[in-house]
């Protein structure tokens, strides 16, 4: 999590979002280049609001569905690069204003200088898009950069060490946050078609958190609808934190793979604590 991205950040936002898609759909009429992933997915949200510790907490279901597409621009013996766009709907059931569609584009690059069983390879990736919700006050402009690194331990265990950027400007400044995360994932292949895998992470930033119950008033923060329509008091806060997924990841057959997953993150502002649990189904498939 970092600082809000002000007018300078949108505009380098859009310059870059030009850059991705100037790259992702140039010759996009060899269709053949593009692989399609599609995923439909069901997410239970224990705190929705990220409400503080001792507070109301909502919870609510999200139904999803998502359309991935990865298209190469460059291979050769040690590096590779490509191209990706994505689609992103979320469907809150039981808080409509929390529903959201997002598009994406995406430009990645893959590097490694070894051709060992053990080798490490090296990875950065830049997307960008944008956001329309429900609630106005969240639409805006999505931004994400990643640097990994990719080592096989054994035949069957394999590690992931992750520093991700991910910024958000909305319409309103309370939804305008940005993430920092340091995360080491493990991924053990204990049957030939199931994986489970467990990562941990780390965080630093702002995020959103909205006082559940407590009326908005001028001048005190965004006003929030999303969760009551007489509107609810909207904060972006600045902490640290923690948290947790631990996975399953199952293949039905070359095209069809399910997997199974929860996600916990611990967040503290100086003496307050923020916290959620989300429970995750998802069915991804092959187009």
């Known amino acids: 999590m970092g600082t809000c991205p002000g007018q300078a950040h949108k505009a380098a936002g859009c310059f870059a979002l030009a850059i991705l898609l100037w790259a992702c759909l140039g010759g996009c009429a060899l269709a053949s280049d593009w692989r399609w992933q599609g995923d439909n997915g069901l997410q239970l949200d224990d705190n929705a609001g990220l409400a503080s510790d001792g507070t109301r907490q909502r919870r609510t279901a999200i139904v ?32 409509p204003g929390l ?5 994406q584009l995406g ?31 969240r639409d805006g402009w999505l931004t994400q950069l990643t640097a990994s690194a990719q080592q096989q331990l054994t035949t069957r265990l394999r590690s992931e060490w992750r520093l991700n950027g991910r910024w958000q400007e909305a319409q309103a400044a309370a939804f305008s946050t940005g993430l920092h995360q340091l995360s080491l994932q493990l991924d053990w292949l204990h049957h030939p078609r199931q994986v489970l895998y ?3 992470e780390g965080l630093e930033g702002s995020f959103t958190t909205t006082g559940t119950g407590m009326p ?10 999303a969760f009551d329509p007489r509107g609810e008091r909207a904060y972006r806060r600045h902490g640290a934190g923690t948290g947790w997924l631990l996975g399953l990841n199952r293949s039905l ?13 611990r967040l503290h502002q100086a003496d307050t604590g923020y916290q959620r649990t989300q429970w995750m189904l998802n069915l991804l498939y092959r187009l």
Do not use: C, K, M
């Open 64 to 95: 999803s569905q998502r359309l991935n597409g990865q298209r190469p621009l460059l291979r050769a013996p040690h590096h590779a690069v490509d191209s990706a766009i994505g689609l992103h709907l979320a469907q809150a059931l039981r808080y």
């Open 253 to 265: 057959s070359q095209q069809l793979v399910v997997d199974a997953a929860v996600h916990h993150v």
């Open 99 to 103: 529903s959201h569609l997002d598009a």
């Open 216 to 225: 908005a008033l001028p001048g005190s923060g965004a006003v929030d609808r």
């Open 107 to 137: 430009l990645g690059w893959r590097w490694q200088p070894g051709a060992g069983f053990h080798a490490t390879q090296w990875g950065l990736e830049l997307r960008g898009g944008a956001r329309w919700s429900v609630d106005p006050a």
């Open 198 to 200: 467990l990562r941990v």
